[in-house]
Structure formats: C-alpha cells, structure tokens
C-alpha cells in the first residue's frame, strides 16, 4: 500500500477498499479490520444480497463442543437449560447426540453457504455474525438454527458465541 505522512509526521497507509488514508490497525487482527470495514458498509443486511457478504476467515472458523455439551444441551445449565429443551423437544438432539448438531452448523458456516442474517458490534468490542442454518435431526424433522460466530480485536478464527432453535 502507498503511504504518506499525515497529522503529526505519521505515515499512514492507503486503504483501497474506502480510499482513504489511515493510521493501519494498530495491533488488531487483520480479520478484524476487515470485519469492522464490512460492518460499516452494511449496517442493514435485509437491504442488500447477503450472499455476497461472507465473514472473515470464515473457512477456519472454530465451533467448539463445549457450546452444545457445557451449554446449549445442559438441561441443567442456568442460561442453556431452555435451549436445550427445545432441542430435544423439536429436534431429539442432547448432550449425548450433539455430534450430528455441531457438525451440520460447522459445515455450513466454514463452507460459506450458511445465509447471514445480522452483524453487529457488542459491547466486549466483538463483531458478531448471525447466521440462520437450516438443521435435520436424526429423526428427520428440521428447523432453523441461529448460530452466531464473533471476531474478536485480537482474535484469527471467528469463534462461535452461540446457538439455539429460531
């Protein structure tokens, strides 16, 4: 990138995709700035064609078991244990079966082809991507699952947050 030297004899870098000079990222991952740009120029996803947004480093995104055993299919857990009535409820899905679960959300959010529904920024300064996939249960009765997956300022692989029956 060309550089020029900006407000107190900083250089700064030419950003191609805004045109703009900036002072660069300053120690945040490369994926996050590059989810930050796509927040700003999409604030509202139903106006545009989601098919074209794709999450940064979504090919290598990580979805840990932890989400489905510890948390969203512990019926005993304080916050996860409504979750996971439902899942066994509309899908038959526990903490015993949740391999099937995991990996059909894993598969469509690191092949691209899960549909993004929202971004958004939280408070703990992560970019969040929601994301609706479509899940069969081993039964064969289906339903939407929304998972959403955050990258964080220091963060490579955007990271599941969580997941539950739209």
């Known amino acids: 990138m060309p550089t020029k030297i900006g407000g ?16 660069g990222s300053h120690g945040l991952s490369s994926y996050y700035v590059k989810a930050k740009m796509i927040l700003s120029y999409f604030p509202s996803l139903p ?21 489905f055993t510890k948390y ?14 439902l899942y066994k409820k509309i899908l038959g899905f526990t903490k015993e079966n949740y391999k099937s679960l995991k990996n059909q959300i894993h598969r469509a959010i690191t092949s691209g082809s899960a549909k993004l529904y929202k971004i958004e920024k939280n408070e703990y300064n992560i970019i969040k991507f929601e994301y609706h996939v479509e899940v069969t249960s081993l039964n064969g009765n289906k339903a939407t699952i929304v998972a959403v ?18």
Do not use: F, W
């Open 8 to 23: 107190g004899g900083k250089p700064q870098e030419y950003d191609p995709s805004n045109g703009r000079y900036g002072y």
């Open 149 to 166: 997956y955050g990258i964080g300022p220091k963060q490579g692989k955007p990271k599941m947050i969580t997941n539950y029956i739209k």
């Open 47 to 67: 106006d545009i064609e989601q098919s074209k947004i794709k999450m940064p480093n979504y090919s290598k995104s990580v979805t840990p078991d932890e989400k």
């Open 72 to 85: 969203s299919l512990d019926e005993t857990h304080p916050h996860g244990k409504h979750k996971a009535i």
